[in-house]
Nanobody, 125 residues
Framework: QVQLVESGGGLVQTGGSLRLSCAAS????????MGWFRQAPGKEREFVAA????????SYADSVKGRFTISRDNAKNTVYLQMNSLKPEDTAVYYC??????????????????WGQGTQVTVSS
């Protein structure tokens, strides 16, 4: 499996922006469809955004549509999550994940075989 390391989390005020990065190593990154998930305390891990292996398809949770943008740079083995207009309810640990094969079920955590360690995002009100 590909190894994933997230960075870019932190503390930001409501309405602010952050850009998360996820660097991949160990396998051919460009073969992987990539996703971002998040988990708040006491809640289940939830889908945020996904991007297909060449970047031709992107998908978003309704809660972040229009505010977050997922992108990837296969030459740099990195996937990004640009987060704008942040809200307190966006506070969570954010994880990137990778999957091979079909892009289908991009919003289901259990189909992703590779996960990063997570990065904390805290949005203050």
């Amino acid at each position: 499996q590909v190894q994933l390391v997230e960075s870019g989390g932190g503390l930001v005020q409501t309405g602010g922006s952050l850009r998360l990065s996820c660097a991949a190593s160990g396998r051919t990154f460009s073969n992987y469809h990539m996703g971002w998930f998040r988990q708040a305390p006491g809640k289940e891990r939830e889908f945020v955004a996904a991007i297909s292996w060449r970047g031709g398809s992107t998908s978003y949770a309704d809660s972040v549509k229009g505010r977050f943008t997922i992108s990837r740079d296969n030459a740099k083995n990195t996937v990004y999550l640009q987060m704008n207009s942040l809200k307190p309810e966006d506070t969570a640990v954010y994880y990137c994940a990778g999957k091979l094969g079909s892009y289908a079920y991009y919003d289901v955590p259990t189909v992703f075989g590779s996960w990063g360690q997570g990065t904390q995002v805290t949005v203050s009100s």
